[in-house]
């Protein structure tokens, strides 16, 4: 479990870095635009290897039975979260209603999790990133901070990230086991 809370809190930490603006301009500052990405991406590579390898080294260990609807709910949830994951990185409609489409996709993709799965090191992970993005996405509020309106939305947008969110999740769905050992249905 060492590992997955290691993991855990170098990635929460480290995300809610540019939640403080000043802290984040100071590293910016001190370290070039270039070598802030580049160590804010070593990092972020770092802590999901921690929790990538901590959850599969940590013990299925219980602490709650899922409802007999939490798969069900799991397998809507799951294809929400990635259409907004892709959302989030396009000029759609959903991005300029939603505001924070892939915090909001965390929340949802962790909810679906946390439905379906009553481990220990489940209940620790996905309850995590769901408080983290419920902590960035009011973050973010109280910042005003809001997707770049760069790009004006475009129904064509929406279209691609409805279409390859739901081809991410089906591709997700179908190699689950293989890549998470638990298989989906």
């Known amino acids: 479990m060492t590992l997955l809370v290691?993991?855990?809190a170098l990635f929460i930490v480290l995300h809610?870095?540019?939640?403080?603006?000043?802290l984040r301009a100071g590293l910016v500052t001190i370290m070039g635009g270039k070598r802030y990405r580049g160590a804010f991406s070593g990092l972020a590579l770092a802590a999901f290897v921690l929790i990538v390898w901590g959850y599969s080294a940590a013990p299925f260990e219980p602490v709650y039975s899922p409802p007999d609807w939490g798969r069900q709910t799991a397998?809507?949830?799951?294809?929400?979260?990635?259409?907004?994951?892709?959302?989030?990185n396009m000029p759609t409609h959903i991005r300029s209603?939603?505001?924070?489409?892939?915090?909001?996709?965390?929340?949802?993709?962790?909810?679906a999790h946390l439905a379906a799965n009553g481990d220990l090191r489940s209940l620790l992970l996905f309850g995590s990133l769901a408080g983290f993005s419920v902590v960035a996405a009011v973050s973010a509020v109280a910042r005003g901070k809001r997707p770049p309106a760069d790009k004006a939305p475009r129904l064509a947008m929406d279209?691609?990230?409805l279409a390859s969110g739901l081809v991410a999740a089906a591709v997700f769905a179908y190699f689950h086991a293989a890549l998470f050992g638990a298989p989906v249905l």
Do not use: N, Y
């Open 16 to 22: 809610l870095v540019p939640s403080v603006p000043p």
């Open 97 to 111: 209603v939603v505001h924070h489409p892939m915090l909001l996709g965390l929340l949802l993709w962790a909810l």
């Open 6 to 8: 290691a993991g855990l």
């Open 159 to 161: 279209a691609a990230a």
């Open 75 to 88: 397998m809507w949830l799951a294809p929400a979260a990635f259409v907004l994951f892709a959302a989030a």
